[in-house]
Nanobody
Framework: VQLQASGGGLVQAGGSLKVSCVAS????????LGWFRQAPGMEREFVGR????????RYAESVKGRFIITRDNAKSTLYLQMNGLKPDDTAVYYC?????????????????????????WGQGTQVTVSS
């Protein structure tokens, strides 16, 4: 599976931005999807994830209440809506996918907050928030 992230850009603090990630597969419903980000000089970190059907999401505490992850399996696309952006949100944003078994048990027990659980990665899109 190939992932292509896009939609990044420059935005003022307090603004909003929506980035997308298009997958090369027509069976995106077979994959759990995640967003990660890497700021300059920092380790890549978990942003959020969404279950196979899109019913469940989890977010990092730093973005909870501001960021929303959705997916459109028919369009093979993952989205990250970012609101209330802060300069600390400046980073390259990566989408990631892992096939899994699409079970609630796996969603609740597998550490999909960890980068190591994801097999496929997009190339990243730069988001810069100015103060």
């Amino acid at each position: 599976v190939q992932l292509q992230a896009s939609g990044g850009g420059l935005v003022q603090a307090g603004g909003s931005l929506k980035v997308s990630c298009v997958a090369s597969t027509r069976t995106l419903h077979d994959y759990v999807l995640g967003w990660f980000r890497q700021a300059p000089g920092m380790e890549r970190e978990f942003v959020g994830r969404i279950s196979w059907s899109g019913r469940y999401t989890r977010y990092a505490e730093s973005v909870k209440g501001r960021f929303i992850i959705t997916r459109d399996n028919a369009k093979s696309t993952l989205y990250l809506q970012m609101n209330g952006l802060k300069p600390d949100d400046t980073a390259v944003y990566y989408c990631a996918a892992d096939r899994g078994t699409a079970s609630s048990h796996e969603w609740n027990t597998k550490d999909y907050n960890a980068q190591s659980e994801y097999t496929y990665w997009g190339q990243g899109t730069q988001v810069t928030v100015s103060s």
